[in-house]
T-cell receptor
Framework: NAGVTQTPKFQVLKTGQSMTLQCAQDMNHEYMSWYRQDPGMGLRLIHYSVGAGITDQGEVPNGYNVSRSTTEDFPLRLLSAAPSQTSVYFC??????????????FGEGSRLTVL | ELKVEQNPLFLSMQEGKNYTIYCNYSTTSDRLYWYRQDPGKSLESLFVLLSNGAVKQEGRLMASLDTKARLSTLHITAAVHDLSATYFCAGSGGATNKLIFGTGTLLAVQP
């Protein structure tokens, strides 16, 4: 199994550009989430989804949009990139049917630089 | 809202020594998770602690959970260089679907 697959692994954007980070999982997990990791800040939750058609905000949702049209995919969209969004982004999923996030399985990460 | 704090943030220790990483959380957390991250890599699940008094061990690492004290610990026994990594704890409070992470503890084991 591929697990959680993120693309691209690296991306450089200019301020104001838009882009989508892709995340796909092949484990039939209901729960999916996006985190950003910055030095000294740990991981901060951006958005999460408990199933197809359902999304909700995490700790730092501003500047990001998500959608969940299928169980497998959970793309993260930056509509107008800002230098403050320079970070490493992780997608994670879990098998959770109880409402809890559950034990997360992480993708390899996407390193984004906004100039 | 749940907040998770780890200490220390950085830990340099010699091989063969024992030490403990602490994870405090601010509100009720039904479960507590520990993850490991190697430099430039993704996160790997280490332990899932589901109830008060839970203790889990894997090799030189042992994790425990005290929900009354809102504290989880990760104990390292006779450290070896291969344990050098960043360790994160994460909590899921009450009925929330959010998994909130601490800032991480960078562990450097010196030969």
């Amino acid at each position: 199994n591929a697990g959680v697959t993120q693309t691209p692994k690296f991306q450089v954007l200019k301020t104001g550009q838009s882009m989508t980070l892709q995340c796909a999982q092949d484990m039939n997990h209901e729960y999916m989430s996006w985190y950003r990791q910055d030095p000294g800040m740990g991981l901060r939750l951006i958005h999460y989804s408990v199933g197809a058609g359902i999304t909700d905000q995490g700790e730092v949702p501003n500047g990001y949009n998500v959608s969940r049209s299928t169980t497998e995919d959970f793309p993260l969209r930056l509509l107008s990139a800002a230098p403050s969004q320079t970070s490493v982004y992780f997608c994670a999923s879990s098998y959770s049917r109880t409402g809890h996030a559950g034990e997360l399985f992480f993708g390899e990460g996407s390193r984004l630089t906004v100039l | 809202e749940l907040k998770v704090e780890q200490n220390p943030l950085f830990l340099s220790m010699q091989e063969g020594k024992n030490y403990t990483i602490y994870c405090n959380y601010s509100t009720t957390s039904d479960r507590l998770y520990w993850y490991r991250q190697d430099p430039g890599k993704s996160l790997e699940s280490l332990f899932v602690l589901l109830s008060n008094g839970a203790v889990k061990q894997e090799g030189r690492l042992m994790a425990s959970l005290d929900t009354k004290a809102r504290l989880s610990t990760l104990h390292i026994t006779a450290a070896v260089h291969d344990l050098s990594a960043t360790y994160f704890c994460a909590g899921s409070g009450g009925a929330t679907n959010k998994l909130i992470f601490g800032t991480g503890t960078l562990l450097a084991v010196q030969p």
